[in-house]
């Protein structure tokens, strides 16, 4: 059974950095793509940023040039460094892999203080 967990998230205060971390499990396989998206109370979920597993990237608006994802496709692992964070930050931030179909991990929560 494949399985994605985060681990990274906490509490900083704004202007600071967090690095998440998505680790695949249970995959024979490469996921197509991996990327992370937010949800914050009362909110959509929504995309911050994903990754081919060529290294093609693509950011929201609202965290281009703060945050960067990057993957070890040998690890089926993807990462999201944040720097300068800022309350509008603070969401439940969700791994996803698309292959064939799509995975989720259960979220990891990133709260940012003024």
């Known amino acids: 059974q494949v399985q994605l967990v985060e681990s990274g998230g906490g509490l900083v205060q704004a202007g600071g950095s967090l690095r998440l971390a998505c680790v695949a499990s249970?995959?024979?396989?490469?996921?197509?793509?991996m990327g992370w998206y937010r949800q914050a109370p009362g909110k959509q979920r929504e995309l911050v940023a994903t990754c081919t597993r060529g290294g093609y990237t693509n950011y929201a608006d609202s965290v281009k040039g703060r945050f960067t994802i990057s993957r070890d496709n040998a690890k089926n692992t993807v990462y999201l460094q944040m720097n300068s964070l800022k309350p509008d930050d603070t969401a439940v931030y969700y791994c996803?892999?698309?292959?064939?179909?799509?995975?989720w991990g259960q979220g990891t929560q990133v709260t940012v203080s003024s």
């Open positions: 249970g995959s024979s396989f490469s996921f197509n793509v």
């Open positions: 996803k892999g698309v292959y064939s179909t799509t995975y």
